[in-house]
């Protein structure tokens, strides 16, 4: 006794209607924690609200409003990692020069 199977084959195709699938946007929101706990917290925290933001936006199907969450997210976490630099280098300019004198 023998069997025979048949395949199908089931073409898909993309709906001519639609238009080109949206990139992800990334939401930056592990980022905008670690910068909230290790750099300057007050611009890692609205950075944090602001990644929360691209996911809700995302649900109401507002691409372009989460794109722009996302961009003001990733910039307050490149401003709060600059705010911490600049205030260590002031320590530590202030210290050698301190010592310097001590």
């Keep these: 006794m023998s069997y025979v199977v048949e395949s199908e084959t089931v073409a898909t195709s993309r709906s001519p209607t639609?238009?080109?699938?949206?990139?992800?946007v990334r939401s930056h929101l592990v980022t905008a924690v670690v910068c909230t706990l290790v750099c300057f917290a007050p611009l890692g925290v609205a950075a944090v609200v602001y990644a929360g933001n691209v996911r809700t936006r995302l649900a109401l199907g507002d691409i372009e409003g989460a794109r722009r969450q996302s961009r003001m997210a990733k910039w307050l976490c490149c401003a709060s990692a600059a705010v911490t630099v600049g205030f260590l280098l002031?320590?530590?300019?202030?210290?050698?020069?301190?010592?310097?004198v001590h």
């Design 18 to 24: 639609r238009g080109p699938e949206p990139s992800p």
């Design 90 to 100: 002031i320590i530590v300019v202030g210290a050698a020069g301190y010592s310097d």
